[in-house]
């Protein structure tokens, strides 16, 4: 089979044409071909058809080998063109080689055409093959440019002698200094500040040595300069680029300006971190629950404990440990209920406060505040935290606790003398009635009466007294509100005395309330006599009982209030009221101020109401108490 061609041939004579045709056949080639004898069939035959070569006439009526040479010219194509022809000068073939034709041959010597044609197939096609790599050259240079102008880091190429041949776009951001500006100068006097410039220049002389292979493909940190003159952090790396004859060297050299900084900054936090642990008296850990270690624990574990950190495992820490008590999110749990909820997830942050024994045997109080840490995968992988010796803070707390009781004890002390001077007064005012002979008859019944009457008050207030010891319970039962009143009235008119009015205003089918006799009249007596006391010139004091439904917004003010239907108690005087001080603390047990305002609840466990001072308009000062009402028969604990 024959070697496939496309002959394009430019010729006005078929009979010429086709000699050619039949000398490339009988050469071997399978040709396919077309004449044409003038410039637009020759430019429609080129923008139809690829062609492997073009063969013209020299001399055609109206048209050319020059001007034939010229159209191909003007497609582009890289196609041979022999002129063929029995009439050109040899000035004329010199011209046309010079224009751009392959060669010229005579048609009285056709044997050159065949090795004319195989040498100027040969020639195109190599061509073509240099044409291809020199594209494939372009794109690979493009292709490396562009990587070169869009990376972050300086890229710098140097000659064996120093000398700069490459500078990308980051290199001019970075040091200041334009391409043009750098190409063929020593790179070491533009960037290199001058107290490295010599080792730099030895080194480079030197290479290759062992030195310098280890340098090679590896980061390192240096100082380089800017056109300014400013030096400044660097990170480089450089590589040998692989060409014959002397080394060609790449540096990549990255800015490290700001991870420095942030590296200060970090490094600045960290130090007064371990100033604040360490002046805190502090120990700061981190725990791994795979391996049960501690990653980490800070030296000042000897201090608390006497076992150096090299020591501490959480196993030796724990057997340290005698008592723990659990606070916020596990507070009130177990030790080992708060362990298993902590390593599932539920507890995030755990507190607590450890009584520990140290190596010397000493006892200290420690609270260990940690939180947890976990993987990728969100699995729970062991805690962050810190030790804190909390001995003193715990003694200061004690010795607080002890001042209170102390406190409180004092206020009960008052408190219970002012009340049994009430009752004595009670007693002392009705005998010295009796004795004197004041009273007789039914008012000498009366006074008597109410001397017994203030005796059982007193064997109250000594239940009272019991029942803040925790060595009585309280009494309670069903009352009538108003008959507690009605039986106190006469009590509480005598103790007020003749220049305050006293005024009961009972509201009628009053809901039964669950309380202690008792409990009741003390406080409407102690209601009664802060009244009598904050009125010295006289004024009114008005008792009135109600029914009342407290909802359920109000009973959220106070803690120990629900809502509900209740018996209401109001005591209103038109005294000098209490002051914003005083009143916030007028629950207090057995609490007194200077002006005896002791208006407050008993909050023994068994009570069942509340009180709260309420202001009125016109009025000097007010409390009410809501009994809460109870069911005959319930039991509340």
Known sequence: MGKPIRALIVEDSEHDALLVVRRLERSGFQPVWKRVSAAESLRAALSVQAWDIVISDHSMPG?????????????GSDIPFIILSGVISEEEAVAAIRAGAEDYISKD???RLIPVVERALRAAQVRREHEEIEKVQRENQARKNAIVDSALDSIITIDHEGRIFEWNQAAEKTFGY?????LGKEMAQLIVPPALRDSWRRGLSRYPTAEQNAVLGKRMETTALRADGREFPVELTITRVPVEGPPIFTGFVRDITERKRAEEALRQTEELYRRAITAADAVPYMREYKTESFAFIGEGIQKLTGYPARQMTPQLWQSLVQETIMRGEAKGLTFPDAVRLTRSGKIKNWHSDCLI????????????????IADDQGQITGSIGILMDITERRQLEEQLRQLQKMESIGQLAAGVAHDFN???????????????????GKDAEESLKQIGAATKRAAGLTRQLLTFSRKQELQPQN???NEVINGMAGMVGRLLGAHIALEFVPTPDLPVIYGDVSMMEQILLNLAVNARDAMPRGGQLTVRTAARTFSETEA??????????????SVRDTGCGIPPEILLRIFEPFFRAGLKSRARSARERRSTFFCRPVPRPGSRRSAEALPQRRVAGERRS
Request: proline fraction near 1%; glycine fraction near 10%.
């Open 63 to 75: 048209f050319g080998s020059l001007q034939a040479l010229s159209v191909l010219q003007e497609s």
């Open 109 to 111: 010597n056709l044997s």
């Open 178 to 182: 334009r391409r043009a500006e750098v």
């Open 357 to 372: 024994t140290t190596r010397e045997g000493r006892k200290r109080w420690v609270a260990d505040s940690s939180i947890e």
């Open 422 to 440: 009430n009752i004595l007064a009670v007693i002392q005012g009705h005998a010295y009635l009796l004795l004197g002979g004041v009273v007789e």
């Open 479 to 481: 009352l009538n509100l």
């Open 556 to 569: 959220q003010r106070n803690p120990e209030a629900r809502g509900g239907l209740f018996a209401c108690l």
